[in-house]
């Protein structure tokens, strides 16, 4: 019987041209001809534009055109999810500029050079205007508003309906005000677009655009709608990307700029951001204020849970506001017995650069704070943390099961990854280890880190395009909508089609992320491509095997039934080994037919969203005299499912842990009260390298959810999900036996430092200030409408 490749380690078929460096990406295309665009951006967070003077870079050397909302009046845009239609965007700047790296004025011009050498000829007369960059200052009435028109800096918001206390009948109330700060993505490649008016290779379009982009269907909606022009006549092509997480869904509108300055030249224009451009002006992620009540009885069972958030849009209404409404809440249970939750959120408007998605999309947001505050109700109650967790977990066999908020779990068994990863670690070795050096005031200490985390992916986002075709050599080409940029798909998506067929995977092509190619797409995000893109595939190759069968069987004069695919990759009859015919023969026997081996279709995941869980233990040391935490090794035991790669999995939760860690242990993007940003340069900006973070163990448990044929969940954002709690309980662990109960993020040294400070010195603080009056000024959350498509996370 013919084994199966699927669940085996096959090395990536799309390493070799990158490693190699003969990748294409947007920057080192050859575009015979082209232009070069230069943005003008405000050095300003808040003014208003008195005058721009372009008149002396219009004549500079080079020089084809400078744009300013006064010649290139383009429609304001509100993002690819929409929060608050009053706070669209203008893509170049209208009467104000709301931040630094606002776009004032774009320079074309025939060198790159040329066209920055003429925008610092470009003067701006500004008047400016009082900042807001703190998310409590933002809902102050009196401070500074970003749309007077709105007469307010909440851009959305809503309270949770009736007056019922969710921690009535406690025992015991923990509660903890927690930062979880701005990040910025910082991928390795920027931004990057080349618009080159009409067709190319021969094809027929008004327009032909490249962008590095996380899926080309959505920039071409976003783009076409943007200017008002005809989709169809449009193409829209992302080469090889350098990494997104989010930050590069849809098109910023820069993108719109340069796609009108294109058009309007009549010559090929391209744009790439330089590192320091890309920093203040590519969206940025997380920046959450929150406020968390765990209400607990003696025996530490959850009573109750009170959130108040306040979600940072930065200027002009990101969509980081929908994610802090809708997911955080939607994952505020987590994956304990919740029964009830009060959630009241404000996405507030502030002088930075806009928030949109970063890795995990408002799940880790509120992932770090239920574990923060279950770590908290452990030490409160005397509870071993493991044991706290264990005590409400939802079990295996209350699934499916919906939480007080309406999440729609698929299954689970959050008990097995916690109960391998505490064997992993060694737990009871580690915590004995903990109390030595406790006990020998050790000026190193220990901490120990437990999370358990449950996410959700797919949301949202269900159908997904899908073709396979098999050529007359016998080679396949799969296409499917969505798009590559590090996460392996034509490993994946080939070996699912290798499974089906017994083509060699060396002989399957994927094309991907081109509009002329793959005629319809939902991208890559919310960790969707496996199980929705996946398994478009698996049905596109399982009706290609049909086909197949049905031709193999009227050619070999036998019956369907008894075609299957042998050993060596041919289509014969079952207990005949000489009748059998290759997939080349097969496929020139069909297009002789007039009937090419061919098929697309969309398939829809029709049960809703998939639901990934798992236990992260972090092991950290700190060092009680200089403040410097050491992380010593970290155990991720992550559940997606089925697994079709470990190898690929494992990359995932690699890339996962480092961001995920990186968020407690370094990274912040910060601005000073006026506005200005602090870290916009890498020297600043501090990104680990693999030095400095420690040996990850990456293992899984398996639970194939019961909504798709391949079993298969997200796990391209779990790590992340899990690991940033993990490591910031480690990190107060370490310390909390001197008193130390909460330490916000990131836990730089200066920040710990100063904890056992306060601890040593008696001047620790509790971590809580109540929450802003003004949210109870929000509208009530309506209840979903019935009658209203699949809601989010259903």
């Known amino acids: 019987m013919r084994g199966s490749i699927l669940g085996t380690e096959v090395r990536r078929v799309e390493d070799a041209e990158l490693i190699r460096g003969q990748g294409t990406y947007v920057d080192n295309l050859d575009l015979p001809g082209a232009l070069h665009l230069t943005f003008v951006r ?7 534009i008195e005058n721009i003077d372009i008149s002396e870079a219009e004549t500079a050397p080079g020089v084809r055109a400078v744009y300013t909302a006064d010649n290139l009046s383009l429609a304001a845009q509100v993002g690819p999810i929409p929060l608050n239609p009053q706070t669209a965007r203008p893509p170049l700047a209208v009467g104000k500029v709301r931040f630094v790296g606002d776009v004032v004025a774009a320079v074309i011009a025939d060198t790159k050079a040329q066209a920055n050498d003429a925008a610092e000829l470009i003067v701006v007369d500004y008047d400016p205007l009082d900042a807001v960059v703190d998310l409590e200052h933002a809902l102050d009435p009196t401070g500074p508003l970003q749309f007077e028109e709105m007469g307010s800096n909440v851009a959305a918001g809503e309270r949770e309906p009736g007056d019922e206390d969710p921690l009535e009948g406690s025992d015991v109330v923990v509660r903890v005000t927690m930062r979880n700060q701005r990040l910025a993505p910082m991928p390795m490649e920027p931004n990057a677009m080349a618009v080159v008016p ?26 076409a709608g943007g200017l008002g022009l005809d989709p169809t006549r449009m193409r829209v092509i992302a080469p090889d990307v350098g990494g997104g997480f989010g930050a590069k869904i849809g098109a910023q509108t820069e993108h719109l700029v340069v796609l009108a300055a294109a058009l309007k030249l009549g010559s090929p224009v391209k744009w790439v951001e330089t590192r320091s451009e ?10 959450q204020q929150q406020w968390a009540e765990l209400g607990l009885r ?7 849970l009170r959130l108040h958030v306040i979600v940072d849009c930065g200027a002009y209404g990101g969509f980081n506001g929908f994610l802090g409404i809708v997911f955080t809440r939607l994952m505020s249970a987590g994956v304990y017995r919740i029964p009830k939750i009060s959630y009241n959120v404000a996405a507030v408007l502030t002088n930075t650069a806009t928030m949109g998605a970063f890795r995990g999309a408002g799940r880790p947001e509120a992932a770090e704070l239920l574990e923060r505050i279950m770590d908290m109700a452990a030490v409160e109650l005397d509870i071993d ?43 009871e070795s580690l915590r004995a280890e903990q109390a030595r050096r406790r006990q020998s005031g050790d000026a190193k200490q220990l901490g120990i880190g437990i999370s358990a985390y449950v996410e959700v992916t797919g949301a949202g986002n269900f159908t997904e395009y ?11 080409t799969v296409k499917a909508g969505t798009s590559s940029h590090g996460q392996g798909h034509a490993t994946s998506f080939g070996m699912i089609v290798s499974d089906k067929l017994g083509i060699p995977l060396e002989n399957i092509q994927y094309v991907q992320a081109d509009t002329a190619q793959v005629p319809r797409g939902g991208g890559t995000m919310g960790s969707r491509s496996l199980q929705i893109g996946g398994n478009a595939v698996n049905r596109a190759a399982e009706v290609m095997l049909e086909q197949a069968r049905e031709l193999a069987a009227d050619l070999l004069e036998a019956g369907v039934d008894d075609i299957e695919v042998t050993d ?11 009748q059998r015919i290759t997939w080349a023969k097969l496929s020139q026997a069909a297009t002789e037919r007039g009937k090419p081996l061919s098929v697309q279709l969309d398939w829809e995941q029709e049960g809703g969203s998939t639901f990934p869980f798992g236990a992260h233990i972090s092991v950290v040391e700190v060092d009680t005299g200089t403040g410097r935490v050491t992380p010593l090794k970290h155990y991720a035991v992550d559940d997606c499912g089925r697994i079709l790669n470990p190898m690929i999995v494992a990359g995932q939760q690699h890339g996962g842990l480092a961001q995920g860690m990186s968020q407690v242990l370094f990274e912040h993007f910060i601005y000073d009260t006026d506005g200005n940003p602090l870290t916009a340069t890498m020297t600043d900006y501090t990104i680990p390298s693999a030095a400095d973070l420690p040996w990850f163990d990456v293992s899984n448990t398996e639970t194939p959810t019961p909504l798709n044929p391949l079993g298969a969940k997200g796990i ?29 993020l990131p836990c730089t040294p200066q920040a710990v430092w100063r904890a056992v400070h306060e601890a040593q010195t008696g001047s620790l603080t509790e971590p809580w200030r109540e929450p802003p009056a003004v949210f109870a000024t929000l509208p009530e959350r309506q209840a979903p409408d019935p009658d209203a498509e699949e809601p989010v996370g259903a």
Do not use: W
């Open 42 to 48: 405000s050095p300003i967070a808040h003014a208003r």
């Open 198 to 223: 009409g067709g190319v290779d021969g094809a027929d379009h008004d327009v032909t655009v490249y962008v590095s982009a996380q899926g080309a269907h959505m920039a071409l909606g976003l783009l």
């Open 278 to 287: 890309n920093a203040v002006s590519m969206m940025h992620g997380r920046g």
């Open 298 to 304: 003696r025996d530490g069972t959850i009573v109750g």
């Open 385 to 427: 943390p493991v044991e706290l967790r264990r005590r409400n977990f939802i079990q295996p066999d209350e699934f499916p099961h919906t939480t007080v908020v309406g999440a729609q779990y698929d299954n689970g068994d959050y008990e097995a990854p916690l109960a391998k990863a505490v064997e992993l670690a060694g737990y």
């Open 466 to 476: 899908s073709s396979v075709e098999v050529h007359a050599d016998g080679t396949a």
């Open 568 to 578: 060596s990759g041919d289509l014969g009859v079952a207990g005949v080994p000489d």
């Open 716 to 744: 391209g954002e779990s790590a992340t999900v899990g690991s940033t709690p993990a490591v910031h309980n480690a990190i107060v662990d370490a310390l909390s036996h001197l008193g130390v109960r909460h330490i916000d």
